[in-house]
């Protein structure tokens, strides 16, 4: 071959196909995982980006309300790390909503969340989360690898690496983002990340509207043979690379070109949902493939019931700054529906308990107020909402003081979080570790972190 058919080949493996290099093919896991009998088959992590605030969601506080615009203690604030409100005069803010008590276990619950109100019972509400970073983009770096160091492993990464694919025909780790309400904060890509796992355990992201990967069609003149043919060619080559080189990317670029190929297939099969009866249609209350976070919620079930292992739903509209009354209204509206629909779907088809769902963002907000009317990041604090997955429903675990400032009761850290998570997949996270620079890596890394067994069934 020519370098200059060989340039062709390589070029349209490359465009003519996914424009990609991060798919990966069936993978059966590494050895020895899981450790233990796993309680589910996969994650959905519904990622409120940007800080949701606990106040507005999931943590009444009466006190906060009662004192709303007076000075907060200075012993709760002094000396701790504040965002944007250094030097300032720092204020009670009030709660915006209204908390109802939902199900027979009387969860309290923002009135801005009905439909996932109406899911109490199946639902753990942890109220002493608490994180290591007070800006968006490294919390997002904690919330994903447990590190604040950029580069290391999502932990869709290491869930795939340790468990592998169940699917031949679609990655193991998809990622979907949508936006509204509030700031977009941007999302890197590097927060789906394989790090220094081989690159064909890194997330795919698609698009939440039209094509849901670049170029998933064939170009103008091309077969599905003649694609065949060519990938055939590339792994011949790439083989004899192999052969002379021991790099383990080129098995990654070969499963890739394999997958990529198989994709053109599967993808529009997953995505075509115009055989969904409108009942479900309508119980999301989207219209499918409009790039809403509804639709992408409809689109997780489908790649749920298709064996794709885990999913991340980005929904970037909650950095509350100011207009906060607003913005909440607007990104609650385009997220609660839809959410609700995903659970109550998986269980009427008998796959929640077989599934973790996640409700959090990388941090929560102040209980002090920015601006008169928003709310500034905060890290010692926050909420996260579990369903499905094993996990007890109809419950709280920790507690926040009156001000809903600090952890008093159970504090769980964002680690403590992967590592039940983990547990869940039948995953000992302190077996799950690679070496890297002379270190040995865990997603929970090397603090004490623990699974948290009181919220489980």
Known sequence: MNRRNF????????????????????????????????????????????????????????????????????????????????????????????????????????????????????MCIIRSMHTDQINHDPAHTVMNTGSILNGYPSMGAWVTYALGSPNKDLPGFVVLTSAGGGQAQPISSRQWNNGFLPGRYQGVQFNASGDAVHYITNPDGISTKQQGSLINRLNR??????????????????????????????VPTLTDMSNEPKHVIDMYGCKPGDGS?????????????????????????????GN?????????????????????????????????????????????????????????????????????GGMTYGKSDEFGYAPVENPVHVRDFHATMLHQLGIDHERLSVKFQGLDIRLTGVHKAKVIKDILS
Request: aromatic share 10%.
């Open 7 to 122: 340039l062709k080949f390589t070029s349209l493996a490359s465009a003519g196909m996914l424009g990609s290099n991060q798919l990966h093919a069936l993978d059966p896991g590494i050895a020895n995982f899981p450790n233990h009998q796993p309680k589910i088959k996969r994650v959905i992590h519904l990622y409120m980006a940007g800080g949701l605030s606990q106040f507005e969601s999931f943590d009444n506080k009466p006190l906060l309300k009662k004192m709303d615009g007076q000075f907060m203690p200075e012993s709760l604030t002094k000396g701790k790390q504040l965002a944007q409100l250094q030097g300032q005069k720092l204020k009670c803010f009030a709660p915006r909503f209204e908390f109802n008590k939902y199900g027979q276990s009387g969860l309290e619950i923002s009135d801005r969340f009905p439909h996932l109100g109406k899911l109490a019972d199946d």
């Open 293 to 321: 976070f509804a639709s992408n919620c409809l689109l997780a079930r489908r790649m749920a019931e298709s064996g794709v292992r885990f999913i991340q739903l980005y929904h970037r509209g909650w950095d509350h700054h």
């Open 237 to 266: 080559m790439n083989k004899l690379l192999k052969n002379k080189y021991a790099d383990p990317e080129i098995n990654t670029r070969m499963s890739q070109y394999d997958l990529a190929l198989r994709m053109q297939a599967s």
């Open 324 to 392: 906060l009354e607003n913005g909440f209204k607007t990104a609650s509206g385009l997220t609660d529906q839809g959410a609700a629909a995903l659970i109550q779907d998986l269980k009427q088809r008998g796959m929640l308990d077989e599934t973790l769902i996640v409700f959090s963002g990388e941090f929560g907000r102040t209980p002090m107020s920015q601006g008169g009317n928003g709310r500034d990041h905060h890290k010692d604090c926050f909420s996260m909402a579990l369903f499905g997955g094993g996990i007890k």
